[in-house]
């Protein structure tokens, strides 16, 4: 029988296998797929095998789970089965056919510690640091430490520039910020090249290690085990009053370190929650939002949330997300992104760069961001650059950032034949970034209307902003508020339309984009240098310090 013939015979669509979708509740064995009893195990593999390859994840999971009793003892249609699960972030599922395979000798007892690890990080469970409760005292009121993923001077990215600049800040409002690196950071780019400890910019930077491990081939458990134990030394060292930790790879999991360093000493723990990152255990979109992983994480977040004794977030639209997830709105505060003005000013496009570049005569809109989610949506950009070439306008697009997805953008721009107008320029380290800035007549952020594309507040408007450029970003929550009505300008998320009459507005009416411009930079003086965050950061503490005062849930 036919894989359309037993989807049709089971009621599972109306004979258009390509077209079908099951809904979320169709997934459960007993009531699909009883015309496959028959089938033999070599057919339902090749099935699973296929649907997968085709992205057909609930057809192959009804499959699957309709045929498990016949086979849980083939080897080959367990594997297949647990790819589904994988690619579903069924983890609870994907574990027990790992442990059937194990029963059968196809699984090495190290990938199922892994597996058991993985689900263990998104099951409520928190480090437990070795020995009874230790009360630290604190240095003084004013010393912090900070749980970080990665740190200068071995990045310049983003995540550590923001960072990077807010312990700046904090020198200045009197703090003591002292900054721990996760464990076997500093050796994944420096090999032994780094100290242990070692000051940067008059802020004293930790950097956790036990030498040249393979740390990624540890069981996520026992990493962060580990972690807390290596902070747990250190913190001894340091003698903090805080402890503050910002999102990691996945988001909760330095929080979760965090809390084990919580429960052991007693210090009050500040959660920073950079991004939403509970869509991030998959590439595929349709994926991200869906199933066991995506509500795992969202339950430990909210966890993580709700242990701290404070919270901070980057803007208005990721707070107002928190407070509806359920998190006190006194418990949240903001620290948002900013610049440094010094650093990033208004000025001529380098003349070397433009003929480096070839951006001679004509009109230069772009985007500085990693090219590693489909939320920048960069082929939007693409898009609007076809269109405005269609029609005669001299415009090149300038792209800044490196990633996976330049590969799929450049191949966007051969498709629609604009290849010879598009610049693609890798990575720019961020204290040399102005300059690409000031090249740009129109700075288009064209994100998508993804979780963290929503509600995220990006750093690099803020950037574009304070060296003179125009900004126009997609009508989403957390754009909107960096533009405002008067600081920028507004599209409709993947309307490439709307960005090319953007451009002919730009040209046509280059008084008025300048006006605007000057309009943001003057708010990015005033209200987003990054040197405002210090104090921001000090009543923050102050708070988690008078934890007994805010709510706690």
Known sequence: MSLERAVKHAGLGHGNFVDYKAPAHETNASSFLSSTELLPAADVVRWLQELVAARRYDVARAIGEANYARFSELPEFLTALRAVYSKTGAVSLALRVSFDLARLGKTSPASMRVASGRLRELSGWIPQISGPVDEVPPMNSR???????????????????????????????????????????????????????????????????????????????????????????????????????????????????????????????????????????????????????????????????????????????????????????????????????????????????????ALEDTFVFGYISNMDHYRESQETLVEALAIARSRGIEATLLLVGSGPRAKIVRQCAKDLGVAEHLRIVGHVDH????????????????????????????????????????????????????????????????EAQAIVALLENAMAQPDRFRSVADEARAWVVTQRQWKFNGPRYAAAFEKARNREGISQC
């Not at 003591?176 to 780094?194: D, K, Q, S, Y």
Request: aromatic share 8%; hydrophobic share 40%.
């Open 143 to 357: 010393r912090i430490m900070h749980l970080v993923k990665e740190s200068r001077p071995f990045l310049s990215n983003g995540f550590v520039a923001r960072s990077h600049a807010n312990f700046l800040a904090e020198i200045e409002a009197g703090l003591e910020p002292h900054v721990v690196t996760e464990p076997g950071f500093a050796r994944r780019h420096a090999g032994n090249n780094f100290r242990s400890s070692a000051p940067l910019d008059s802020v004293p930077h930790h950097h956790l290690d036990l030498g040249d491990i393979d740390y990624s081939a540890l069981p996520v458990d026992r990493y962060l085990e580990m972690f807390a134990e290596l902070a747990y030394q250190r913190l001894r060292i340091i003698r903090p009053s805080v402890i503050h930790v910002s999102s990691g790879r996945r988001g909760f999991e330095t929080a979760l370190v965090g809390l084990a360093l919580k429960q052991k000493t007693g210090l009050p723990l500040v959660y920073e929650v950079r991004s939403f990152f509970e869509g991030n255990w998959t590439s595929e979109m349709e994926q991200e939002s869906r199933g066991e992983v995506f509500q795992r994480r969202m339950a430990v977040e909210e966890m993580c949330m709700h242990a701290a004794d404070f919270v901070l977030t980057l803007g208005a639209s990721m707070r107002d997300e928190l407070v509806g997830r359920g998190i006190p709105a006194e418990k949240i505060g903001l620290i948002p992104n900013g610049v440094d003005v010094g650093n990033f000013t208004p000025g001529p496009k380098p003349e070397k760069l433009v003929k480096s570049i």
């Open 431 to 494: 204290q040399e970034i102005v300059d690409y800035y000031r090249l740009i007549d129109l700075f288009c952020v064209p994100r998508i209307p993804e979780r963290a594309g929503k509600y995220v507040t990006p750093l690099k408007p803020f950037e574009a902003m304070a060296c003179g450029v125009p900004v126009a970003v997609s009508d989403l929550p957390a754009l909107r508020e960096i533009v405002s009505e008067t600081r920028g300008f507004t599209f409709a998320p993947g």
